[in-house]
Structures are given as C-alpha cells and as structure tokens.
C-alpha cells in the first residue's frame, strides 16, 4: 500500500465502517419500496418511452411532449429500462450511484482541507442524513445535480487556492460539472457556481482572476459542446413552446410564481433544514456558531457563502421545495464534520434520532387520526388503510430497531462518553435503517401499493386506459401509457375516488386505497 493510499485510509477503522454498512442499508434497499408519484412515476414513464420508441431527443409522458426536466435523466435511465426493464432499482440507480459520488467527493475534500477522519466523517453525515438517503433512493435528479454542484464547487475552490495550470484546469473542470448539470436540472446549475465563484473572489479581492476564468474560451467551449446540443435540436424540433414550458414555466417561472402551489414564507427552508440533516442536526447550531466565528478562514468563508448562496436564492423563489435546498448542504456536512469535537452533550447528539424514532412510534396514530379527520374522499380511504398496514410487524420492526440502537450506545456509552459527536455513527446507521425498513415501506403501502395492483388488473384488459397524470407510476406498471382526455364507452378509467361520481355510468373493477379502476358502460 503506498503512503498516499495509508495516509487516505487514516481514519479510524470503525468510521470507515460506519459509512460503508450505511451505504450497505441503502444499496440493499432502494429497490425494494415501490415508486412514488409524482416525480418518481414521471422519470420512470418518460424512461420507459424513451426506450420503446428509440427517441433520445425528444422526452414524452404518456406519448405528449414532456418538458418539465431536462434530458440528461432520461438518458440514463433509458439504456438500463432496455437492458433490465421495468423495475424500480433500475430508475433509482443512477440516483444512488451519484449520491455515492457525492459521499465519495466529500470524503476526498475533507481529507485534502482538514484530515482524513474529518473527510470520512464528512461522508458520513452526507449517507445518514434524512433528506440525502431519501433522494438517494428516488428515481429522480436530485442526487444527480447534487454531486455535480459539489464537484463544481470543490473546483471553483482549488482555482482560486492555486493560481497556477494546475488552477486554471480547476476552473475548466468547473464548466464541465455545469454543463453537465444544465442537461441534469437546468440553469440552477450555472446560477449557483456563478454567484458562489463571484462573491467568494470579490470577497478575497481576486475579482481579476475571476474575470479570467469566468471568460476562458476553453471552458465556454466545453461548456456549450456539451450542454447546447439538445437544446439547439429540441428547439429546431419543438419551436417557441419548448423555450415557454422549459426555460420560461419550470425554470424562471419557479422564482417568479407558485408552481403546483408549492409555495412558503421567507422562513420556510430553516424547518426544512433541521428536517433533512436529521439525525445530525444537532451539529448544526454548534458548527455555524464556529465556522461564523472562523470566517476570516478562506475555506471556512467559501463554504458559509456556498450555503448561504444556496439558502438566499431559494429563500427569495416563489416556489419551494425541501429538495430544493439539498444542493446546499455539501458545505455544511463538511463544517459539521470539521467541528465535531464541539459536541460535548450526549443527550443533545442522540435527541435528533430519538425524535425519528418517536415519529415512527405515533405514525399509526397520527394516520389513523388524519383518516379521521379529512375531508377529502381520497385521503380518508388512502390513510384509512392504517390498522391493516401497522400491524404486528410494524410494531415488531419498530421494537427491535429501539430495542438494538438502544443496547448498542449503552454497550459503547463509557468509550463513547469522551466524544459524543461519535455517537452520531450509531445514531446515523440506525435512522437510516429506520427510513428503509420501516418510514418509507408504510408510505409506499399506503400510497402506492393500490396503484400498482390497479395497474396490474388493468394491464389484462385490452381497452385503453384514461386517467390525469398525477399517478404516472400507474402506466409503468400497467406496461402501456394513459391518455388525458374524457372517457368513451368501453374505456377503462383510473382515477382518485373524488372524482368517480363525475363518471357516466360504469362497473368498478378495483377500488382500494381512495383509487378507483372502472368500466365506462357501452
């Protein structure tokens, strides 16, 4: 083994394992939990046209034009659909492969800024917090431009740290991630960098040097060589209407407007962001306090104003959503990991996973009361599944998973008492056990099981199927797309039971979970 290899590896035996057995949970997982709908069902339908029909230019949902996401998803999912098939750790991979990158990336960047059990622990944090294991696992782009932003982050840094070839290659490397990232989420990807890479370098008085990157023809051509190609082709093919749904709706319309009514307040990420670092929020408030005090340091003050670049524009955005602020986090997994001495409470480093662990405990009951209480059809039929999916396994799980993280801190309390911030690898690898084996197959039963035993009846049925598109995971399963238009005799028709009694007359053939499959009578 050589030196530069020993040196990599330094970090305790026990933190290298931590990370791999929770990178373990998700692998053996992420296949298993049905898809979710919307955004999961959107990606895997678009992917599984993309490979029946041999179209790689132009995305379609149910056989219409999809442009809500760039193209760069979907080639990678297609080629795997053709390979594999219909199958939901297919969609997921390259999710999970990126977000693998992305821990990998952190560990890499830690060990060269600070040290290798501060880059290890770094990569920990990003495999067991909340938000990142549950975008690892969908089949969306999430983790996709998450590593890209961060590759382009750690580049635009090393630019500026070595004014040298070796720098400007850096720099060039930064336009080869946005490019990427444009095809993957759109101009997020560029906007992010750009403002990040500009105000770091005005702020160390090294605007000259920024100008000269920013305007390197090297990096512009790459950039376009890659990026422009499918948007100069769907352009030629589509016209106007492409640039007014892409770029104009989903891009600039998202912070201009409420899209899909997903909106909030000003405050809204700051909830949001003790959620998604869960089980490890309580490193948040004591490394912020430190990297702020530290902020004369070049790193510690690149890394304040990624997040804070991130957290503003987000904030100042009509349209919000958690995932959202995940492109933000790489800086602050490394600061909480820099500062993980800081945590000296015990109690503080495990309430984070005591809090998870209570959620899954009054889960049963708080679905049993929303069943209760809501007034819409769909939700009291979907949710008044409860008694019949928290039965006796879920309780079982639930006690065993208590019962282990339990036994396990009070078996290493004395050898954990010194340090607690070591407390948060067994705190991290039990949340993220807890997500897979019991958070996120209750959701899947409850919402998505009935879709996929609608579309498996529909699939025996010969006649066209009719439904919206809210539920695209339903035409994945089914093995064939859905038409959006009104119902004609002989037409099945898959829909929420709220809208069954706007329904000339019919036969039910399934009705499970608030969804109804019928029969339009001739």
Same mark, same amino acid.
């Given at each position: ?20 057995? =929770? ?38 949902? !149910? ?187 989903? !891009? ?121 209480? =809501? ?56 949340? !993220? ?25 529909? =699939? ?17 399963? =089914?093995? #064939? ?40 009578? #001739?």
């Amino acid at each position: 083994m050589s030196d530069a290899t020993k040196q990599f590896m330094a970090a305790p035996r026990w933190l290298i394992g931590a990370l791999l057995l =929770s990178l373990a949970v998700t692998w053996f997982s992420f296949g298993h939990v049905p898809l979710f709908d919307e955004d999961e069902g959107e990606y895997a339908e678009v992917a599984v046209e993309m490979a029946r029909s041999g179209d790689f230019i132009t995305p379609t949902l !149910n056989g219409q034009p999809f442009f809500e996401k760039p193209i760069l998803a979907f080639w990678l999912q297609a080629p795997l659909v053709k390979a594999f098939g219909s199958h939901a750790w297919v969609f997921r991979l390259p999710s999970v492969l990126a977000c693998l990158l992305w821990v990998w990336a952190l560990v890499r960047f830690g060990r060269r800024a600070w040290d290798a059990e501060t880059g290890w622990f770094a990569g920990f944090i990003c495999a067991t917090s909340i938000g990142v294991v549950v975008s690892a696992g969908a089949a969306a782009m999430d983790g996709v431009l998450c590593l890209l932003v961060a590759l382009a982050g750690f580049d635009i840094f090393r630019a500026w740290q070595e004014d040298s070839p070796a720098g400007r290659w850096a720099a060039r490397r930064a336009f080869l991630w946005m490019a990427l990232g444009f095809l993957a989420k759109g101009p997020v990807a560029v906007v992010v960098p750009f403002l990040l890479s500009l105000s770091f370098f005005v702020l160390q008085g090294s605007f000259l040097r920024w100008l000269r990157a920013v305007f390197d023809p090297f990096g512009w051509a790459l950039f376009l060589a890659i990026a422009l190609p499918w948007y100069w082709v769907q352009y030629r093919l589509m016209g106007q209407p492409f640039i007014d749904y892409f770029l104009l709706r989903e !891009n600039i319309g998202r912070l201009t407007g409420t899209l899909q009514g997903h909106g909030g307040s000003l405050l809204y990420y700051i909830p949001v962001l003790v959620l998604i670092v869960l089980p490890h929020t309580a490193m948040l408030a004591r490394a912020g306090l430190e990297s702020w005090r530290a902020r004369s340091d070049p790193l510690t003050r690149f890394l304040l104003l990624w997040f804070a670049v991130v957290f503003i524009l987000f904030s100042l955005a009509t349209t919000k959503l958690p995932h959202y602020l995940l492109i933000g986090l790489t800086p602050l997994f490394l600061l909480m990991a820099h500062h993980r001495s800081r945590l000296h409470s015990w109690g503080v480093a495990t309430w984070p996973w005591a809090l998870m662990a209570g959620v899954a405990l009054a889960l049963p009951t708080g679905v049993s009361w929303a069943a209760a209480h =809501s007034r819409t059809l769909y939700l009291r039929e979907m949710l008044g599944q409860g008694p019949e999916i928290f039965g006796s396994a879920y309780w079982v799980t639930v006690a065993l998973e208590i019962a282990g993280t339990l036994a396990v801190i009070g078996l290493l309390r004395h050898r954990l008492k010194a340090e607690p911030w070591r407390l948060l690898a067994i705190t991290g690898i039990a949340s !993220n056990l807890m997500i897979w084996t019991v958070l996120l197959p209750s959701a899947a039963r409850l919402q998505q099981e009935p879709v996929r035993e609608a579309a498996r009846i529909a =699939s025996q049925w010969p006649q066209p199927v009719v439904a919206d598109n809210r539920m695209p995971s339903f035409a994945v399963y =089914s093995g #064939r797309p859905t038409e959006n238009r009104p119902p004609a005799p002989g037409d099945l028709v898959f829909l929420r039971a709220d809208a069954e009694s706007r329904l000339p007359p019919h036969a039910v053939l399934f009705s499970q979970g608030g969804l109804r499959l019928v029969r339009i009578d #001739r």
